[in-house]
């Protein structure tokens, strides 16, 4: 997720990202931000988020038996 901009990290693969739905605790890249990860398709709420701000946010699918392996196309929203 980022704030002004699309997002422009792509994750690397074998790592695997910690998250927080609190914006702007866990960067990857420069002022983009990992606010979930999930294996369903459950709402999440983020907070900590600015008023009259625009965010974008993208969704990179990930499998790997040991370590995670991300789709490099992530779908914006």
């Known amino acids: 997720m980022r704030a002004g901009s699309?997002?422009?990290a792509i994750p690397q693969d074998l790592?695997?990202?910690n998250f927080s739905s609190t914006?702007?605790?866990?960067?990857?890249?420069?002022?983009?931000?990992s606010v979930q990860k999930t294996g369903g398709s459950n709402p999440f709420t983020v907070t900590s988020l600015a008023p009259n701000t625009?965010?974008?946010v993208s969704a990179f699918e990930l499998n790997?038996?040991?370590?995670?392996?991300?789709h490099e196309t992530g779908s914006g929203f």
């Open 6 to 8: 699309p997002v422009n």
């Open 15 to 17: 790592v695997s990202y």
């Open 23 to 33: 914006y702007g605790s866990q960067e990857i890249g420069t002022g983009n931000y």
């Open 54 to 56: 625009q965010y974008f």
């Open 64 to 70: 790997g038996s040991t370590a995670p392996v991300y």
